[in-house]
């Protein structure tokens, strides 16, 4: 029995890693594909047109982030550079929200 279930949440866990991969190329090429600006913005904007948003924070961000990371693999030049500034960006941006809600800044 236990070896049934284990072998039914590893099939669960590749599906959705099928899924998730399916919708993070599906992101790259209506977004990143079709905008010069891949700024955070712009890419919640778009997501937020789209029939399958998740109206939450961490999840659209995530997505973001896997996009960007793929994009920094690709053969194509100048969409790994765009995709390395916007992570260096995108991992600023972040480091500084956990600062300040950590406490270390004083409004």
Not at 48 to 76: I, P, W
Request: charged share 25%.
């Amino acid at each position: 029995m236990l070896i049934l279930i284990l072998r039914w949440r590893g099939a669960q866990s590749i599906s959705h890693a099928t899924e998730e991969m399916s919708q993070i190329q599906e992101v790259i090429e209506r977004f990143f594909k079709n905008n010069p600006t891949w700024s955070l913005f712009r890419f919640l904007q778009y997501r937020n047109g789209a029939e399958d948003f998740t109206y939450d924070k961490r999840q659209e961000h995530k997505m973001y982030k896997k996009a960007l990371d793929v994009l920094l693999l690709s053969k194509d030049h100048s969409y790994a550079q765009q995709a390395q500034a916007c992570l260096s960006w995108f991992e600023v941006k972040y480091m500084l929200f956990l600062i300040k809600i950590g406490g270390w800044f004083k409004d």
